[in-house]
C-alpha cells in the first residue's frame, strides 16, 4: 500500500479552482456508457457528479490567500497483491477509503478531535495507469526512440522527394530499433501513453483545506507536525501526524480485509529502507523461515533478483557490495512500481 499527500500546484502558486483536477479524473469515464462510468463519493454518498465536488471545493476556501493551497490531493495506491486479495472490488475500495479518512481525520493534532465528518472530501476510482516522460522505461527507451524519429522524419523525405534512399533499409533499421529498446510489452518497445499491464487500480481523493464548516483549516503539509502555538496568548494544539496515518491506513486494510502482510509490504520496511538499507536487509534475513520465503516470493515477482544464491543470515557478515547490489535491484523495482507499498 502506497499512499501519497501532495499540495496543487498551478505554476509558482496554488490551483485557485479544482476544476482542472476534476476533469483530470474524469478522462477514464470518455467514450464509456453511463453504467459503467466512475462516479466521485464521499463518505455518505456513492454518486456525486463532477459539477458539485468542484463547486463545493472551490466554494469551502474561506480566508485562504492565493499562496495557500486550497485543497490537497491523496492517492491511494493498493500493491497488486492487496488488489487480488480483495478481487480488485470497488465496494470493498469505497469501505476501505471510507475507513482510511477516519485515520486522516485522527492524525490531525487539534484540542478537539478532529472527526470524519468535518473532512470535506470527494474521492474516485481508477482502474488505468498509462506510461508517462517522468516512467524509468521511457527514460531508458528515449535514446532509441529519438533515432526512430530521425528515420520516420527521413522516410517523409523520401516521400516528398527530398532524399534519395533506399527506404526498405531505413524500416529495416527502425524496426531493429524498435527490438533492440530495452523496455518491451507484449513484443513492442514502450513508449509514452501505453497502458500499464496487470492490475492498476487507485483510488484519487480530494481534501478541502478547510474543514466543512468552512472554518477551521486542516493541513496534511510535511512540515506540520504534531507541535503547540500560541493564539492570543493561550496555547494550541496544530499539526498533523503523517507516520501515525500511513501507519493506521495500512493496519485498516488489513483489519478490514484479514489480509496477512509481509515485511516488505509494510510502511515500516518503506521507511527502514530509505533509512538504513543495512538495518532494512538484516530484518529481512531474521524473518521466520516462513515469512522470508514469501518475502523473497514477493520480491521475485517485482522483479528483485537477489545478489547472490547463499545469503548471509548474520549482520556482521552482510558486505558492503552485497548491500549495494541489493539496493540497486530493489530500486529498479520500485521504479518500475513492481512493488506497490
Do not use: W
Amino acid at each position: 500500500m502506497y499512499i501519497s499527500i501532495t499540495k496543487q500546484h498551478l505554476g509558482t502558486t496554488f490551483s485557485q479552482s479544482s476544476g482542472d483536477f476534476v476533469s483530470y479524473l474524469e478522462k477514464e469515464n470518455e467514450d464509456k456508457a453511463l453504467e459503467l462510468q466512475e462516479h466521485f463519493f464521499d463518505q455518505h454518498n456513492d454518486r456525486i457528479s463532477p459539477e458539485q465536488v468542484i463547486k463545493d471545493i472551490d466554494g469551502n476556501t474561506a480566508k485562504l490567500k492565493k499562496r495557500d493551497p486550497k485543497f490537497y490531493s491523496l492517492t491511494i495506491n493498493p500493491s497488486q497483491s492487496e488488489l487480488k486479495h480483495i478481487g480488485n472490488d470497488p465496494e470493498r475500495l469505497r469501505q476501505y477509503v471510507r475507513e482510511t479518512m477516519k485515520n486522516y481525520a485522527d492524525a490531525f493534532y487539534r484540542d478537539n478531535p478532529v472527526s470524519v465528518d468535518s473532512i470535506k472530501y470527494y474521492a474516485k476510482i481508477e482502474y488505468e495507469r498509462h506510461y508517462k516522460g517522468y516512467d524509468k522505461a521511457i527514460k531508458e527507451n528515449q535514446p532509441f526512440r529519438a533515432k526512430i524519429v530521425k528515420l520516420e522524419h527521413d522516410l517523409v523525405k523520401i516521400r516528398n522527394g527530398e532524399l534519395h534512399e533506399n527506404p526498405k533499409a531505413i524500416e529495416r533499421q527502425i524496426n531493429k530499433l524498435k527490438a533492440q529498446a530495452p523496455h518491451q510489452m507484449d513484443g513492442k518497445m514502450i513508449e509514452q501513453g501505453m497502458k500499464k499491464k496487470g492490475l492498476q487500480t487507485h483510488i484519487h481523493i480530494i481534501v478541502s483545506r478547510k474543514d466543512s464548516s468552512n472554518t477551521l483549516s486542516l493541513s496534511p503539509g510535511s512540515s506540520h507536525k504534531a507541535s503547540e502555538a500560541l493564539l492570543n496568548g493561550k496555547p494550541v494544539k496544530r499539526g498533523f501526524d503523517r507516520d501515525a496515518f500511513f501507519e493506521n491506513a495500512e493496519k485498516t486494510f488489513d483489519r478490514l480485509f484479514k489480509y496477512d502482510r509481509n515485511f516488505v509490504e509494510s510502511y515500516t520496511a518503506r521507511k527502514m529502507y530509505h533509512q538504513n538499507t543495512r538495518l532494512y536487509f538484516a530484518h529481512l534475513m531474521k524473518l521466520p523461515t516462513n515469512e522470508r520465503s514469501a518475502a523473497f516470493k514477493l520480491l521475485g515477482k517485482a522483479g528483485v533478483k537477489l545478489p547472490m544464491l547463499n545469503i548471509p543470515t548474520n549482520q556482521v557478515q552482510l558486505a558492503i557490495k552485497t548491500i549495494k547490489q541489493f539496493r540497486k535491484a530493489l530500486d529498479k523495482a520500485r521504479d518500475a512500481g513492481s512493488i506497490g507499498i
